[in-house]
């Protein structure tokens, strides 16, 4: 364990420069202490890594000092980042440099490591899509990846319902969601999301851009899948649930929704029953995540919704009491 510590010491300082022996202890879940052994333990062994004290110190590397890893190429530096998702790595057209890649970090590593990294690749395997999730076909992935690598401006059909349109876009990002490629551009001065199986053709315009220093591509996606989350619960039914039965609402409610819900909960009533708001982006929609909690769910309100599980319940009862 100590071997593997020391590893991530000397790369947490080769790539964020001087840190505080507090934020390492922090990084590495260890004591201020641990990290001052660490450190002697390092210089021990020839890394030249000093430390300052002061308010302006710090544990630091040597000025130009380099960790080598048996000479990564760019690409394959690129893929170590994916070299748990192998197939993600291969729609990029990444898969042969990641293989390549893997192998001269495990010939970099010592002994120790080298068989500690090959038992987790042995033991763990990342399935991104869920069950029953064909993959999207993305013929133009790669050509999008290629674009992304290297900041170049795309030329793209896009193809929506009802008709095709064209773009120009400036990838900033590609995201892997559930086992779908999306891509993240800036359309003019839009940052936009398209999913990447409906880009019909995807051709360099032969222009560069200059990425933008503030754009962060997960906390953009985080943040606009969340708005869009929130944007689609539509409408709302106040219902009664027992209870014992809240944590079901998950099973065939969107996960804002239920968050809503459970948010909007009430104490429980002498019965064991509370209260809560269940939003949805329509009513039929709601109605399908609320019948599978059958008789341990009454909606109160809209009335229009209770109209419709009346029915739905008396056509049921009608169809399983056929003698």
């Not at 947490?12 to 333990?41: F, I, K, M, N, P």
């Not at 909606?299 to 003698?323: D, F, G, N, Q």
Request: with cysteine.
């Amino acid at each position: 364990m100590r071997a593997s510590r020391l590893v991530q010491l000397l790369l947490v300082l080769q790539t964020r420069g001087r840190c505080t022996a507090a934020e390492l202890a922090e990084l590495l879940e260890v004591s201020v202490r641990t990290v001052y052994r660490d450190v002697e333990a390092l210089s021990a062994a020839g890394v030249p890594v000093y430390s300052e004290p002061g308010r302006a110190g710090g544990v630091q590397l040597v000025d130009g000092y380099r960790t080598r890893l048996t000479g990564l190429t760019i690409e394959e530096a690129d893929a170590v980042l994916l070299a748990g998702l192998p197939s993600a790595a291969a729609d990029l057209g990444l898969g042969t440099v990641s293989a390549a890649a893997q192998l001269k970090v495990l010939a970099a590593l010592p002994p120790e490591l080298r068989g500690r990294a090959t038992r987790i690749a042995e033991r763990v395997h990342l399935d991104a899509p869920g069950w029953f999730h064909r993959p999207d076909e993305t013929p133009t992935l790669a050509a999008v990846a290629d674009a992304l690598w290297h900041d170049r401006r795309l030329h793209v059909r896009y193809g929506r319902k009802d008709k095709v349109v064209e773009r120009h876009l400036d990838p900033l990002g590609l995201v892997l969601k559930a086992g779908t490629w999306y891509l993240v551009a800036r359309d003019g001065p839009t940052l936009r999301s398209y999913r990447v199986s409906r880009i019909l053709a995807a051709e360099p315009t032969g222009e560069t851009f200059v990425r933008p220093a503030e754009f962060d591509l997960q906390a953009h996606w985080s943040r606009t899948t969340d708005d869009f989350a929130h944007s689609m619960l539509r409408v709302r039914a106040r219902c009664r649930i027992a209870a014992t039965h809240l944590p079901l609402l998950r099973l065939t409610n969107e996960p804002a929704a239920v968050a809503e819900a459970l948010a909007s909960a009430g104490t429980p009533d002498v019965e064991g029953w509370v209260q809560v708001v269940l939003p949805s982006e329509s009513y039929e929609v709601l109605a399908h995540g609320i019948l599978p909690l059958g008789e341990f769910i009454e909606v109160l309100e809209p009335p229009e919704l209770r109209e419709r599980l009346a029915a739905t319940a008396a056509a049921m009862h009608a169809r399983y009491s056929r003698a």
